[in-house]
């Protein structure tokens, strides 16, 4: 097969997993997480040949480094308090409940949700996780450690408030 | 929460979330405009970098 079909077989294949990072790291803004994918996606084009190892690692660290750089840019940040999804009423609470974590999740400063999104979602390795995002392994412990508890802490304030309603 | 909650309930978040249809496309139609962008650049710096050359050996 020739480099432009495999890379459309890759895309077509790889994109839904990616779309999915992309959307727990701009905290459920489902365009900017597109944009962002697709962004990636067109850059890793040209270098499709000179990949070497793991297109789908490759996407995956790009995709945190886009995010990264994009995340410094006021204009162009995710909009991530006004990509909080609503809360679900009426019988649909398993959706409710689904949106929670991302709720939860848009809640964390946005390198410590980078990082439980790369270690819990993406399972990458403590070591993956800090290449990635360019920080040290210790930062990555560090920041894992602080974003459990935090996460903790919404999710019991929001079934506090869901149960006093 | 745990780890594997955690682990549990973004894979539940995210379960709907699929990319839109023709993205594959997209992604190859800007890829490929990406790459002639790169490769017309990199012709016009050597073109220019020639011709810059040219000129300075004619003068001297």
């Excluded at chain 1, 994918?37 to 995956?60: C, F, H, N, S, T």
């Excluded at chain 1, 886009?66 to 162009?76: I, Y």
Aim: charged share 30%; proline share 4%; with cysteine.
């Amino acid at each position: 097969m020739n480099d432009v079909g495999d890379f459309e077989q890759f895309v077509a294949s790889r994109s839904a997993v990616l779309l999915r990072t992309a959307y727990l790291l701009c905290a459920g803004d489902r365009g900017a997480a597109e944009d962002m994918l697709q962004d990636v996606l067109e850059r890793m084009y040209p270098k499709w040949r000179r990949i070497k190892g793991e297109p789908e690692a490759y996407a995956r660290a790009s995709l945190a480094n886009r995010w990264r750089r994009r995340s410094r840019r006021v204009g162009e940040s995710p909009l991530t308090s006004e990509a909080v999804h609503p809360l679900v009423h009426g019988p649909e609470g398993e959706v409710a409940d689904r949106d929670q974590v991302v709720r939860a999740l848009s809640e964390l400063p946005e390198r410590m949700r980078a990082v439980l999104v790369l270690r819990f979602f993406d399972d990458l390795s403590e070591a993956d996780t800090a290449r990635a995002l360019g920080c040290g392994a210790g930062t990555v412990k560090s920041q894992t450690s602080r974003g459990l508890a935090r996460l903790r802490e919404l999710l019991a304030d929001e079934n506090i408030m869901n149960g006093s309603r | 929460m745990d780890t594997y909650e955690l682990r549990a309930a973004m894979h539940g978040a995210t379960s709907t979330v699929e990319p839109r249809p023709g993205l594959a496309k997209d992604v190859l139609r800007g890829g490929i405009r990406r790459k002639r962008k790169r490769t017309v650049t990199i012709v016009a710096a050597v073109a220019a970098v020639v011709t810059a050359a040219s000129v300075t050996t004619v003068a001297t």
